[in-house]
């Protein structure tokens, strides 16, 4: 799987938009970008995955670029339970097979300021 | 959404016993559950995969023998840490992959085990 690379930590003021950048430079063509999320002490949530098309859902929006070297994640609206560790996680689409098992990397932990 | 439980939530042992980490998708069938281990200040690791019916497989530098996967329906599985020693404290989370969410993996709320 490709590496990533995310900053350590983000501050963003609750009610702000949360933008979390990744870089994955060497992503290779049949790569998706996922995100997971991870709340102090519980189990990591799913958040999106996209290949190369900008994606929306209800929790979240990605945004990757033309080249696809690099990502953000973005929060529209922030709350303080929001407050996590994220992680950008760089593989082939998840296929059913024995190799669906996820790498994390450091991860970025977003602390959302009231 | 995909429910995906664990028990007990936090267990303390004393060296040298096992304990037994239950997994369990509450509302749809896992043929395939994954293991993760996560010490403190430190991300998730996979630890193994489990599927069931089968034998589990097991990442580098995992022991086999020391943790034990059993994967006996398509909505439990279990893992074993056998003679447990202090190095094994740390908070065990599992994940089952549903086949019909473009097998998304589903995350349990983990196991925080301390051992004494």
């Known amino acids: 799987d490709a590496k990533t690379t995310q900053p350590p930590s983000m501050d963003c003021a609750e009610g702000r938009a949360a933008n979390l950048p990744c870089n994955h430079s060497t992503i290779s063509g049949n790569e998706y970008v996922y995100w997971y999320r991870q709340i102090h002490s519980q189990g990591p949530q799913y958040i999106i995955h996209g290949l190369k098309n900008n994606e929306t859902n209800e929790m979240a929006s990605l945004i990757i670029t033309e080249d696809r070297k690099s990502s953000t994640l973005i929060l529209p609206h922030a709350t303080l339970r929001d407050t996590a560790v994220y992680y950008c996680i760089v593989r082939p689409q998840l296929t059913g097979g024995g190799a669906d098992g996820l790498t994390f990397g450091k991860g970025t932990h977003l602390i959302i300021q009231p | 959404g995909a429910v995906v439980s664990q028990h007990p939530s936090r267990v303390i042992c004393k060296s040298g016993t096992s304990v037994k980490i239950e997994c369990r998708s509450l509302?749809?069938?896992?043929?395939?559950m994954f293991w993760y281990r996560q010490f403190p200040k430190q991300s998730l690791m996979l630890m193994a995969t489990?599927?069931?019916?089968?034998?589990?497989?097991?990442e580098q530098g995992v022991e086999k023998d020391k943790f034990l996967i059993n994967h006996a329906s398509l909505t439990l599985s279990t893992l074993t840490v056998t003679s447990a020693h202090p190095e094994d404290s740390s908070f065990y989370i599992c994940?089952?992959?549903?086949?019909?969410?473009?097998?998304?993996?589903?995350f349990g709320p983990g196991t925080r085990l301390t051992v004494t």
């Open positions: 994940s089952a992959r549903r086949w019909d969410r473009n097998y998304e993996q589903y």
């Open positions: 489990s599927n069931e019916g089968s034998k589990a497989t097991y």
């Open positions: 509302d749809f069938q896992a043929t395939t």
